[in-house]
């Protein structure tokens, strides 16, 4: 018989215990990496919409973009919203009424109330609030449809038959997402004032002729409503690239469907308020 001896070093690394496992990262440690996470994805996100918006940019220079899908979109996108516009445009110049008319009382000033009214409405709340009803209408519903052209490979069809898909479906829509945006804020102002004139005559006996002078009297010029323009056409290019990109960027079938319609949602009005901000902090309002 072969006996084995084993030396006393193996002895001892046989019977060494297994190591311990690695403490878990602390409280620090996990935000910093959130947060990290969170950057890196913003990063990502805005470096894919500009990166989209040339690309739409050179086929709009050489005019690479289809009629009647730009036609088409324009219908379904413009002449559609209305209903909801008119609702929300009316509505507003009630509110904004509502909300001046303790001064107007304890003042007496019935002239201002006008431009009180027009002030806020025509700068601020009429763009602001049609944007956040267009996106959640339209920009919504472009990004669920190209997200599912993208998971049903209509798109992979379409490079097949050497049919540009940035010319024939993202440049159209761009181009009536930004003027549906546009156009839908020039109805919202002159809604917003009729609702806020007629408003004011049922709650506060100030007739509609008062009214809209206190509006023509000089302290509102055609600044102002070019001030609300200006926000709606940059308001409308972030609305139009978040839907396209997210819609673009869909993978993972009918659920990455639904979480491209929440990105785009979210992110286009994250955008709505941040871009508010900067562009009333460089042109004073």
Known sequence: MIRVYSSPLATMAAQTTTPEKAAAPGALTTFLAALGGGFLSAAHTAGGMTILLVKILARLARLRLDGRELWKNLYKMAVKSLPIVVVTALFTGAIMVIQAATIVKRYGAEGLLGWGAGFGTLREIAPLLTALMISGRVGAN??????????????????????????????????????????????????????????????????????????TAGLLDFGDV????????????????????????????????????????????????????????????
Not at 230 to 242: D, E, I, P, Q, T
């Open 226 to 285: 070019a001030n609300g323009l200006f926000k709606s056409f940059v308001f409308g290019l972030v609305m139009a690239l978040a839907s396209c990109h997210f819609g673009l960027a869909t993978t993972g079938g009918a659920p990455g469907v639904g979480r491209a319609v929440n990105s785009t949602v979210v992110t286009s009005a994250a955008g709505i308020f941040v871009l508010d901000y900067l562009v009333s902090f460089a042109i004073g309002g």
């Open 142 to 215: 472009n990004t669920a449809e190209l997200g599912t052209m993208v998971v049903t490979e209509q798109l992979d069809a379409l490079r097949v038959l050497a049919i540009d898909p940035i010319g024939f479906l993202i440049a159209p829509r761009f181009v009536a997402i930004v003027s549906t945006l546009f156009m839908m804020t020039l109805f919202a102002d002159a809604l917003a004032l009729f609702g806020a004139a007629y408003t004011g005559q049922a709650l506060l006996g100030v007739s509609p002729t008062t009214f809209f002078n206190g509006l």
